[in-house]
């Protein structure tokens, strides 16, 4: 079996066990509600930007840099891909991940979709600094940007299995109201 080097241990990743999948705008916290959540849920979790960047050797902003955001949603679907052979896992892909529906089918259904919905400027206020890391954020207005990413992906974020507001909530409270949707 495959193993993702960054990944956070947990159980072992069951093909039987749908993977869940967070989805939302950068910033929302996907990577940290993925991580505390699969903890709490005894889970692997998989950052696609982590696993990207370890295995192209470069950063994010590097890829898009130099190879073009195209090359890296090929990436991403390449990571989907392959982890239809796995499940049981909590997944943090990037925000436009949810743009590419041939992608998105690729592991759901099965997998749950849960987007963490945010506004973007509370989204901005949270990456702090690092949003000049960012490829598609280092510009003149990245709450602009965020904006008219939100518009452009609204549909396919809504379209997820669970919808939970992040806004001014601590990860524990997003963590419990994620698992407590699960159950229902």
Known sequence: MATFR?????????????????V???GAGKSTV???LAR??????????AEIARREGMT????????????????????????????????????????RPETVA??????RMIYLRVRPR???????????????????DPVGELERLLKERRGAYESADYVVDVERVPVNE????????LQQ
Do not use: C, Y
């Open 24 to 26: 939302g705008l950068p």
């Open 40 to 49: 709490e849920l005894d889970r692997s979790f998989l950052d696609f930007d």
């Open 106 to 111: 690729l592991i759901r259904p099965p997998a």
């Open 34 to 36: 993925g991580s505390a």
């Open 60 to 99: 994010i902003s590097e890829i898009f840099a130099q190879k073009g955001e195209p090359s890296f949603r090929l990436l991403e679907h390449a990571l989907t891909d392959e982890l239809r052979a796995h499940g049981g896992m909590v997944l943090a892909p990037g925000g436009g991940w949810v743009g």
């Open 174 to 181: 997003v963590v419990r109201r994620i698992v407590t949707a």
């Open 6 to 22: 960054t990944s956070q241990p947990g159980s072992a990743a069951d093909p039987s066990v749908p993977h869940l999948i967070l």
């Open 122 to 140: 509370t989204a901005i206020n949270r990456m702090g600094r690092s949003v000049a890391t960012r490829p598609l954020l280092g510009r003149p």
